[in-house]
């Protein structure tokens, strides 16, 4: 199976020579990039010492080429400077460095992480998270006091710098952030591996120094990773060299943040903890296990997904259906509560008679109902397309009868046997929300 992978690397590395030979630089790093990540997913299988050996040292000798060439075309080296490892074939011929090329690389990336800053907030309120006191306590903490009273921060007293914030998918990880968002006077800036991660070598580190830079800039500053796990993952045979040097960036850029003046909190988010590399996880100085809602959790949830939405739902039925809803996580309440926002839809839909109503503002409207209320109307929807009067169509109250209909088939995404990881993961590391 691995020879395939020898062979197409070889193609490409041709393929690479050819296009450095030619001058066509940005082609040929892109078809040395594409060789490498070949030849590594070859050595994974290779088992003769001998060969290996050999093509880790070829490895090394493109690698370095493809570093070179986008070095030059990023204006970073020399024109005089000859190519490190040229490739077998390669010509001395050197791309010449564009002008300001540095800084317009440093314009371009701020301007890629400009869409990470929050601008307007999204207006989530600390009251908008049911339960999850514990974690609110060290967000205020981290966040709000160290803003509102920094003289109560002097001498050894610090506010943390570093706050992880792990536990099942659709628990309010990222909804927890978007209150921090509303509440604190802070840029906040929202990133995700997507955002850091580059397909051009070297890039990917830049990108997390500028992140940095411009939280340092715009202190005092939040920098939420969501999925920080994707950027962090733990040391392994099968990690890649460029995985490799963007976890050890982010690593030294969270350390200075941690130590420096500037104030500047890290705060992450992971639904896989175990995943997260030692030293990544030692950077957090709080480790807090953002758990499934409890009951009284689970009936502000369902309130608050309802909103404004009419409805007939009694106090005591919301209590009822959070004891329904045992093992559900706050997402999963979100589903719930989304699919019984269709019932009147699905009703009217296959309605045959309505009747007319006053709506809140006196204006006649109808109204579904059963066809023996002594003021049915035959009527179905399409009647009310037909004679224009699709505006005057009122979609029924939702009831507690709708939120029973849609738990007989609603379940629970988290497992007990998935609890049992981020349970014993708070034992050994964290702390209960």
Request: proline share 5%.
């Amino acid at each position: 199976m691995y020879s395939d992978f020898k062979g197409k690397a070889i193609e490409y590395v041709k393929e690479a020579v050819k296009e450095d030979e030619a001058g066509n630089f940005e082609k040929a790093v892109t078809l040395y990039l594409t060789a490498l990540e070949y030849f590594r997913t070859h050595l994974k299988y290779e088992k003769n010492e001998r060969a290996r050996v050999a093509i880790t040292a070829k490895f090394e000798e493109y690698l370095q080429r493809a570093e070179y060439l986008k070095a030059q075309l990023n204006g970073q080296v020399a024109e005089s400077t000859s190519g490190p490892s040229a490739s077998p074939g390669a010509t001395s011929q050197k791309p010449k460095p564009k002008n300001n090329k540095d800084d317009e690389e440093k314009e371009k990336m701020a301007g890629s992480l400009s869409e990470a800053i929050m601008a307007e907030k999204p207006n989530v309120k600390w009251d908008d998270v049911a339960g999850l006191e514990g974690a609110k306590d060290a967000l205020k903490e981290a966040v709000i006091l160290p803003v509102k009273f920094p003289q109560f921060f002097t001498g050894k007293r610090k506010p943390w710098s570093g706050l992880l914030l792990y536990g099942p998918p659709g628990t309010g990880k990222s909804y927890l952030a978007k209150a921090v968002a509303t509440e604190a006077d802070s840029t906040f800036f929202t990133v995700s591996s997507s955002d850091l991660v580059s397909k051009w070598m070297g890039e990917s580190e830049k990108l997390v120094v500028q992140l940095f830079k411009m939280a340092k800039e715009k202190a005092p500053s939040i920098v939420f990773i969501d999925e920080i796990d994707s950027l962090g993952a733990a040391r392994g045979d099968s990690e890649s060299e460029a995985a490799r040097r963007i976890k050890t960036q982010l690593l030294i850029e969270i350390t200075a943040a941690k130590e420096g003046k500037d104030r500047v909190l890290v705060l992450g988010a992971t639904n896989l903890p175990y995943m997260l590399d030692n030293a990544l996880r030692r950077r957090f100085d709080k480790r807090i296990y953002i758990a499934l809602p409890e009951q009284h959790a689970r009936a502000h949830m369902f309130k608050v997904h309802l909103g404004d939405t009419p409805h007939n739902v009694t106090e005591k039925e919301f209590q009822i259906l959070a004891s329904r809803t045992e093992g559900f996580s706050g997402s999963d309440i979100a589903v719930v509560v989304k699919d019984v926002l269709m019932q009147p839809i699905r009703l009217l839909k296959e309605c045959t008679h309505f009747k007319q109503v006053k709506d809140p503002d006196g204006q006649i409207s109808y109204s579904p109902c059963s066809p023996s209320d002594p003021n049915a109307e035959e009527k179905n929807l399409s009647w009310f397309v037909e004679n224009d009067m699709s505006d005057r169509v009122m979609p029924p109250m939702i009831t507690f009868r709708d939120f029973e209909k849609v738990l007989l088939k609603a379940r629970p995404t988290v497992s007990p046997k998935d609890l049992e990881v981020f349970e014993q993961f708070t034992r050994e590391f964290g702390e209960d929300a």
